[in-house]
């Protein structure tokens, strides 16, 4: 049995998430009169209880377990607390929300939970087959929570085409797992291979059954995972399932499923393929990596660009801010192209707490059935509920890039890293990239800016009261405000452990 | 004899995939992909992938296609609604996109290599790796996370099919 | 023996036609029809690998994929039939208020 | 000691400016006449106790404090005391004594008293300071400090709106000349190094002019007036001396500025404030005669503007304005002598100048006094025996200005018409075309001087005539100038309330004594070829150190070798070798000058007597009444286009148009093109299944191809 | 404590948003006394700056502690004043509660949020000053906007949005060119010397002494990456754009610290960054920058001169009266750039007063257009003598503050032997003396003299105590730095001619040996 590695404590976090949705789903079964808020109770724990089992493997130098399936290396660990963190901040806002909105709460919670256990399997996957359950662990639960709200139009638009774009990419992710497969076969060893430590290996050993056959799965696959962070041009999706869907479910979509997505991403093309700037491969793993850089500088170009300018001209907040977070991609897709997780890590992690605070508010001021997110909703609040406004507008400054804040750290780390990657590589692409991202951060003020502008200039088109704030809700967003400041302020505990977990991977590479 | 074979199936599985794309209706869609599906399972036997072959059968073409059938006849489509054809552009990209997209695969498929179906004697032929024996192992051993995790795969999608499925007020 | 690549052949065939199919089609469920097919090129692509290698990996994987693209199904008809509630049509194209 | 000087007028200016609204008429005045007569006699004392040192050419130096010191730029705030600063605080204070005297009875129930006195106290120590100070800066802080006092008291009616425009265009026009004057210290100083006038051993400061001393002179051509030496120095400077003595072509802000009150027009714009261009040249000359050309230049502009400004001064019929042309016209016969070289004759008739024109300015204030604020020269007439002190005092003041012998401005001017004819500094007849330029302005002053006293004093009495009768509309809005709806201007008098009577005694008292000192101050420098050399030309002499002379040249200073040499520059040179030999025949051909300038001061007086007795009113050419439509030229040439250009095309256009068009243009592109990529998003699903195609169709295209 | 000296003087107006938070919704006196207080506290406390500034010394009043290390990052918390910060913090903590007394009454919604947004600015304009770390640096650049986003966007007039915005777009495009500049720097630095840091003064060693040798056509880059952000924010023509509505639209307490202080960050830039960092650079494009400075002079002069509306009249002639600035610092001379320095604050006293009396005016009459006025001398004549004290010191009337500053300018840069065609420059500059004399003169003669012929005008009150209070320093102060500047330049001599003396030396190297710049540099 040791021979497969069977290791339960490595995959804990996920044992405790899944467990912890099914649990939920029989309380919530056996209690209907209870009250309903305990299947949130039940998932925050359960959330708290997985985050403490991946503190509780930090240290596990890239074990393996399960057959090499499952990676117990501080990459994983770390993308497991942002998906964590994520999970919390969303049972969080949607505590009441699920409540007012006369949902199924239990299997709310359940797939919220079921969601977050694909996240974790995606960054914990060594393997493509884990990466593959993983990532459709995630996407059937979330189409189901995007249409959650039946009855209503766009939440079923939401569901619908987010169900037929996402499983549409989901082939060209399996038929270019398919490729890979098929190209690793080495005829010295007689087998192929979905192990990506293994694929690593014969990649750079040149030990390949066809190259173009790789070239093809690793472009399919850069498809795929294209689609699911919701880069150009395969962002299209997004703004209509981020507008549609409930709006913790969009906090939740842009947010865990992209920094989830990222993790396989990164997992694979940079950790696997090494398919970045600075790696500096020759014969095979050369070519691989030139093209993934060139296609992907060209995909962050376009997907900073396209979310940007096309936000400036969105009336509607959700829309804008799913525009937002598709060039907020773009930024991450920066640090990805400077062959630097950690960048990117960091990127996300602040950028998840951001944004979530960001939709909690919209969520606050839409109101029951989503009725208001137009700016124009927005218009004269800022002084009638000055904590929301002030909040909100923190968090959209953030995004922009302000510092003091997480948003500005993310993507000066960001930036830094591709800056530092194009000089060693002597990639002035690179430069490009950067200085084309410094533009389209200065662009992205003006949208930002604009709900602030309605905010606290305009005068209020309609009659406004200000919402009550749930309990929870007001937890979140302290939490998310905490976040942001602490990151912007204080990073240096986060960057620490970041920098000796880079270490560790890329040491943990080499051998 | 097996390349007859192999024409023969190709032939029907390629032509009722077009037909999926050729039937105005989706009940009709169905069928033709369960034809499609039958016959991929009769390839999968070339392969001597004998357990796929009879998943594939009893599970797709079996479970998954009659409940596609099913919500087919459940949904039921209005008919009288005349439907016009709105977005045609999207046909007229349909041809270059599939020659391209075949090219490229065609391309990039390692066509010209050669490679021997590694020939197993009749008597042992259950060492095969397409055997159901060689299979369960496989998924017991190597592949047990991955087998364990689809069960949460099934339960999630179970409990999120019924969520949307169930009507109001249940 | 039929050589591996006809079966490769095949398969991007029936991927190709499933990939068209998905944006030629109006009906929903036509259109998860034509995912399902994607889906089976892929498999017939890895049975294929897998068999000629002889490597059970791949196999084990389409025994994933089935599971996965039954689950999917299931979510999918799912969502169908509760937009088919709210609209009484499967025409995807109908489905367009959110745009721009 | 020469702190106190300019600082007594200061103290004065500030508890007035400060306290003055509370304060009475006569503590103002006393404040304000008793803090420049402490500069006055501050003034004498220090000037005759150091008489000796003075002649022998000593420095004196004060220094107070380090003003501005930045690397090797360095300007103190230190005073300098030599003959020609000491000559210049002498009848600076003292006229302008005189004249705060005068002004406390003409400003009489002026409900702006006290500010109008601050801004005269504030003028002498501007004033002052533009004369003590021991570098250039400081020079030019005096300098604008005048202007602004200037500026304040032209528009101190600032109710009236001509006279809010006249300070203005004062102040700006000035400003014109600054600017010249500003670069010439700076390339002056990025030359020398340095922007004080002399080495004080004392600081270890270097002087300018030690330095220009050590310079080899110019060479005389055109050229060297760009080529940034010496001759461009001198050019700049000279540019911002224009501006302030009003010589062409900056010379129009002075006619205008008559519409401050008439003490200010007589002590600012005719006897101090105006002369600073030429103290500036004088001071300066030790680089003027290393610039030839720039002497020219000088020479040629200041005859040029003595002739032009005579001729308009022929036909006004204001009368301050007929006082501020003639005062243009003088003063264009002061940098005629710089510009000859003679900066010892410009500065002793910018000395005589101060008494005849302060009196005859404020004789002319007393007849506006005495008529109720009347300045039409149409509506005088026969005033001598309604004013008697007034009539006598300026029948001084006109026949010194028109040369009459023996009265100041006889000595002076003659000095600078001789010195004019017989300079070695100008090559060719232009030592002959100038002194004949000289010659007929001497005579056309002659003429509209008795003009001025004819139609004022003489002949029939026209004020009591009815307003309508010579109702002239295009002046009759300057000419009105007392009309004024609260009352801010000088009395509060109706408009032709009563008959003409003589001023009070504040006013007729510095009447006198500045009608004392028009008839003597020339005495202080008698030219020698008059006096046969027996009276001693003591203003020249003790004015002597401080000035550089082109004769420096004969002593072998380098100028010698650069004018001197025949090769390079024959004309100057003939010029120069020329020199020695007048200084021969000097005292002859001086006396013979003098009889030729007599001759034509009297026959100017005979012309304008006989002709403007006949015919008072006669209509002079309207060209030269309109000024020879200098003011509309410019008017059309620069002020318009630039207002109108400005306007439209820089504002309008560049700015909001172009400039400010791309930036909006740009944010407009920026969502027209947001705004077609949206259609990317029609919303229709199986269009974005296409979309992913394309996308996956190129990169596997890319991936494969590579 | 003098350890701490610059970060109290930093926080202590954030120490004041804390407590108008906690004071909560109170009555608007208490507000605007807590805000008041703190604000005064700030300008008390930074006047032990120039009293315990040592003018023979380098960086004073230095904190440095270690705050992000990770990813070589080296960012530190790293704050002194030397010559060139030092009167531009005292600039910002004076300005800011004189802007606060004379917009006492303006403002008439959302008194406290107004408070807060003008101490929070207060902190991040020193932060600027005294930022001794690039990371710093910048960052309290960009937050820095965001109150005065909400001060325009707020209680601004009319076009308040679309000024807002401009506002900040202009700035952030600008502001984010530098970060990949600073990012740039940083690597540079980093790969030539081994040490990842930020650290300004490190970096400004390094390249002085050659250890950091950035070849020219990475400077230029460079140069424009960091001189964007500043020239636009100076601003240069034909950058300006923003500043004219960003001024119009702005309540009078924004514009005097738009004007007063943050216009001066631009140029504070170029003379901590540009100059040094990127000698060569500068070199190379001085004549360019030169050219547009003075035809910003010019420009904006005469623009300024044709404005109907009093703001938008002082607005560009911020743009002339900066334009000699950069022209002086683009000089390289002692004189130049000490004449710049001095400018800066000058401009800063004078236009902000400026801002504030046209402010005063607004808040009686509701108009800020030249026509609606005239006659003002008759009812107001307080306000007309403190007008024309400060109009005369715009106009740089010796004595007076100005004059000090656009002299020192215009002199440096005739003498510069590093500027070429700099008595060109020097010569089209100086016509801004005149038309600034024209423009000034021209408003003021409409607004004040005359009669008063509008009725409205005719009841106008004169200034009342508190206005003159606002007004006193700023006369104060343009009296003192007129007649006794040394005080103030004593101090920057020493930064100034370090940064003089490099241009300077070089040209003195390659005129006789003809040696490259680097040659030279590294034989220092």
Redesign the interface.
Known sequence: MD??G?NYHS?LPELIT?TV??VI?MVDAASRKIERRIAGAISLVGLAAAAAAVVSLWGRNGETS??R??VTDDFRLFFALIFLVVAILIVLISLRWVKEEDL?TG?YF??LL?AT?GML?MSAAN?L??IF??L??TS??T??LC??R??DLRSNES?VKYFILGSFSTAFLLYGIA?IY?ATYSQAMKTATTNLQDIAARISSGQL??E??L??GAAMMLVGFGFKVATAPFHIWSPDVYEGAPTPITAFLSTGSKAAAFAAFLRVFVLTFAATAVAKGTGVMGSLQAVTTNALIVMAILTMTIGNLVAIVQTNVKRMLAYSSIAHAGYALVGMIAGDWRSVAFYLLSYVIINIGAFAIVEVIARRGDTRTEISDYAGIGFKSIGLATALSLFLLSLAGIPLTAGFMAKFLVFKQAWIAGSTANNSMLHVLVVIGVINSAISWYYYLRIVVAMFFAEPAQEFKAPAVARSLAAGLILAILGTLYLGIMPGRVLDALESAGAKTAAMQKK | M??TL?IIF?VI??AS??N??I?RN?LY??LS?IV??AS?SA??L????Q??AA??VV??AG??MV??VF??M??N??KD?P?IE??KW??Y??IP??G???A???????????????SIPAEQADTA??TTW??GT??F???????E??S??????????????R??GD | ??????????S??????????V?????A??I???I??ML?AA??AL??L????????G??F???V??????????G??????V??NR????V?DVDTLKL | MLAAIILAPLAGALILGLFGKRMGERAIGFIACSTVAVSAVLSFYVFFANREALEAGTKIHEYLFTWISVGQFRADAALLLDSLSGIYILFVTFVGFWIHVFATGYMHGDTGYYRFFAYLNLFMFAMLTLVLGDNFLLMFVGWEGVGLCSYLLIGYYFLRDYANDAAKKAFIVNRIGDFGFALGVMLLFSQAHTIFYFSDPARGTQGAFNWAMTQLADPFTASAIFAGGLTTIGILLFIGATGKSAQIPLFVWLPDAMAGPTPVSALIHAATMVTAGVYMVSRASSIFIHAPMAMMIIAIIGAATALFAATIGLAQWDIKKVLAYSTISQLGYMFLACGVGAFAAGIFHVFTHAFFKALLFLGSGSVIVGLHHEQDMRRMGGLKKFMPVTFATMLVGWLAISGVPLLSGFFSKDEILFRTFTTAGLPDAWPKILWIVGAITALLTAVYMTRLMVLTFWGSERFSESHAAHHDTRHSDESHQSVTPHGVGPNEHEHHAGPPRESPRSMTVPLVVLAIGAVFAGYLGVPEGLSGGKIPNYFERILEPSIAHPQDAHSGSPIRQIIGEPAAHEKAASAANAAPAAEDEGHGTEIMLTVISVIIAFLGIGIGWSWFNRKPLWQPPRLLEDKYYVDEIYNAAIVQPIKVGSTNLLWKIIDVGIIDGAVNGAAYLASRIGNAMRYMQLG?A??YV?LV??G??LI??YF?MK | MTDYLLSIITFLPLAGVVALILVGRANESTLKWTAFIFALATFVVSLALPFGFDSAAGYQFVTDRPWIEAFNLGVRYHVGVDGLSLWLVMLTTLLVPVALISSWNSIHKYQREFLISMLALETGMIGVFIALDLFLFYLFWEVMLVPMYFLIGVWGGERRIYAAIKFVIYTVVGSLLMLAGIIAVYYLHGNATGNFTFDIPTITQAVQAGGLRIDPRTQSWLFWAFGLAFLIKVPLFPFHTWLPDAHVEAPTAGSVILAGVLLKMGTYGLMRFNLPLFPDASREWATLISTLAVIGIIYGALVAMVQPDMKKLVAYSSVSHLGFVVLGIFSFTDQGMQGALYQMLNHGVSTGALFIIVGMIYDRRHTRLIKEFGGLASVMPVYSALFLIVTLSSIALPLLNGFVGEFLILIGTFTSNVLPYSKTFTAFAATGMILSAVYMLWMYQRVIFGETHNPENQKLADLNGREKLALAPIVVLVFVMGIYPNLFLARSDRTIKNLSERFNTVVAATKTGNEPMQASTEKR
């Open positions: 021979k497969i069977i995959i899944s949705a099914i789903m399960f057959n399936m499952i199924p299997e359940a797939l079921f256990t399997f393997d087959v884990m359950l993983g459709e662990i059937i639960s189409y189901v249409g959650y039946k009855s569901a490729f098929g059954f066809s173009p056959m070239l093809a | 097996e390349q192999f190709a599985a390629v995939a077009l999926i794309l039937q989706p869609s169905a992909l499609t599906l991929l390839l999968y070339t392969l001597h992938a357990f796929i998943i594939q599970v797709y479970a998954i409940l596609f919500v087919i459940l949904l489509e209005p609604v439907h709105k977005h999207l046909r990209l349909a996109f599939a391209l997209l075949i490229e695969m065609f391309y990039a498929l390692p066509l010209d290599k050669q490679i021997a179906f590694p790796v397409g060689n299979i496989a998924l051993t190597d592949y047990l996370l991955p087998f995790v689809t949460v795969l099934i339960l999630m999608a179970v409990v999120g099919a019924m969520v949307l499925a009507r109001e | 023996m039929v050589p591996l690549s006809w079966y490769l052949g095949l991007a065939l029936l991927f190709t036609i499933g990939a068209v199919g944006f030629i089609k109006r009906n469920i036509t998860f029809l034509c399902e097919l089976n498999n017939l049975v294929a897998s068999g000629f290698f002889g490597d059970v990996g196999q084990l389409v025994f994933i089935m599971t996965v693209a039954a689950a999917e199904a299931a979510v008809l799912a969502i169908v039939i509760s088919f509630r009484e049509s499967l025409n194209d | 229709l199986r269009g296409a195609v394309l996956a169709l596997i295209g494969i």
